[in-house]
Every structure is written in structure tokens, then in C-alpha cells.
């Protein structure tokens, strides 16, 4: 496992870029409209509720560099289960981990991805790389489009393997952009298609935390018999309001989580 946060990150952000060619125009763009430097309020990371990838495997990484667990997410329509964790400095990004609750799914797609996870290495869950490694497994078109049918998560999660799903701009530390209507419409004019599940804008002030996010991008991936394009990553914003101890929130909405979820629908968002 990694020894330092800098280093974790930086590998997990080249590893998003590559599949996100967005991220590095977006950067750009707001580069343009503000004069400090761009700050991450979270990343976000998907796996199996299986051994040796469930979530605690993957948080590891990350208790193990100081941080503590907050708040747990029930996603019970999509079959997820999450955690946020967050670091006592406070400017080092927020992590947010799901598992796919596979025992909830149908016996077919439960045959499919435990094939899938028996293929990963034991070892390599715990090495300095696991969390940008990609893929383990082999996978074909098919068996994508198959997962896709019942989950969306699953199909991405097979496809993808291990890497940030998304980063996070923090509104809060944007000085030209100070909403997320206001990020949303510079987004939309210079050609990127917003989320629109649930509305442009999940949450309010009253959650404590507003977000949106870009639909994700399509790259094309190298599937074992075929190369298809399917939705890589994507990238979101958030906006966190203070609570009764003028702190900023720092958990999450499972609301609004829910909806940005869907920033990886391989159709349009419903």
C-alpha cells in the first residue's frame, strides 16, 4: 500500500484521465475563469461485495494513510451498499466507496461476477496499485451486455475494474463559479451533457450539500474478442453548505448519490 496520500492520488487521477478526456477540457476551461488551483472534494470507487474486493479491501488503502470512516449509504433499488471516509486535514479529498450487494442479484449474474473476482490475484488487492490497476479479469462483449441488462454498476465495474469512477471539483474553493447552475450552464455551452437525473442540481442548502456531474465519457474499450465504446468516468461538483456547528457538511445524500449514479447510464438517464 501506499506510504503517502500525494502519491495515491496523483496515480489515481493519470489513471482517470487516460479513460476521461473530458477532466483535462474541463480543467481548461476553468483554468480560463479562476486564478488558484483546482480543489478535489472527493473521489468515488466501485467494486463487489466479494472477498478479497469488498469495501473494507479497498478502504484499507486508505485507513491505513489516516483516514476514519463517516457516514453509511443505502442504495436498495440499485443493490448498493456505501461508505465515505474522510482524513483529519481537511483539504485532502473525501473517498466514497460502493459494493455491489451481488447476493441480491439474480443467480446468473451472481455465477458471472464471482467467475469474474476469482480470477483476481489475493495479492494484488493490497499492493500500491490495486486502486488503479483496471481490469483483472477477462470479459467479453457479451457477458457485458448481459450484466448491463439487470446492473448498470455491475456491467461498468466488470468493464472498468479498479479505478476512481470520478473526481469531484469543490465549488467552495472556486471564486468566479459560485453556484452549480452557474458551473452547470459554462459546462453545457461549451458542449458537455449534463446529468439531468433527478434534476441538473441534486440536493439543496438544506441537505447541506448540492452536486451535479457530467454524463460519463465513451472511450473505447478492449473487450477479450472485441473493442466496443462504452461509458468510462465522468466528473462532478459539489457544493457543501455549513451545519448547526458552522462546519461544513461532510457526508453525503444517498438521494443524490443515487442520481449520480447514473452518470454512467450507457442510455440517457431516466
Not at 479513460?19 to 486564478?35: D, G, K, N
Amino acid at each position: 500500500m501506499h506510504t503517502d496520500l500525494t502519491t495515491l492520488f496523483s496515480r489515481l487521477w493519470q489513471s482517470y484521465k487516460e479513460v476521461t478526456p473530458s477532466a483535462e477540457r474541463i480543467h481548461q476551461i476553468l483554468a480560463t475563469q479562476e486564478r488558484q488551483a483546482i480543489v478535489n472534494d472527493h473521489i468515488a470507487l466501485r467494486t463487489f461485495n466479494l472477498a478479497p474486493v469488498g469495501l473494507e479491501a479497498l478502504a484499507r488503502h486508505f485507513t491505513s494513510l489516516g483516514y476514519r470512516q463517516g457516514g453509511e449509504y443505502h442504495f436498495e433499488a440499485k443493490k448498493l451498499y456505501a461508505r465515505h471516509y474522510e482524513h483529519p486535514n481537511q483539504n485532502v479529498p473525501k473517498v466514497f466507496i460502493s459494493e455491489l450487494l451481488v447476493d441480491q442479484c439474480s443467480p446468473a449474474l451472481q455465477a458471472t461476477v464471482t467467475r469474474l473476482v476469482s480470477q483476481i490475484e489475493p495479492d494484488a488487492v493490497s499492493g500500491d496499485d490495486f486502486l488503479y490497476s483496471g481490469r483483472h479479469w477477462a470479459l467479453d462483449y457479451a457477458t457485458y451486455r448481459t450484466l448491463l441488462e439487470e446492473s448498470e454498476y455491475a456491467a461498468w465495474t466488470a468493464a472498468w475494474g479498479y479505478r476512481a469512477n470520478h473526481f469531484t471539483v469543490s465549488i467552495n474553493h472556486l471564486e468566479q463559479i459560485q453556484s452549480l447552475p452557474q458551473m452547470n450552464q459554462l459546462l453545457k455551452d461549451h458542449g458537455f451533457q449534463i446529468n439531468t437525473a433527478g434534476g441538473e442540481v441534486k440536493g439543496s442548502p438544506e441537505d447541506l450539500l448540492e452536486q451535479s456531474s457530467t454524463m460519463a465519457d465513451r472511450i473505447d474499450l478492449a473487450f477479450s474478442d472485441q473493442v466496443a465504446a462504452v461509458p468510462s468516468c465522468f466528473y462532478e461538483f459539489a457544493r457543501r453548505y455549513p451545519g448547526a456547528d458552522g462546519q461544513l457538511y461532510p457526508g453525503f445524500v444517498a438521494a443524490s448519490a443515487d442520481k449520480i449514479f447514473e452518470s454512467t447510464h450507457a442510455g440517457e438517464p431516466q
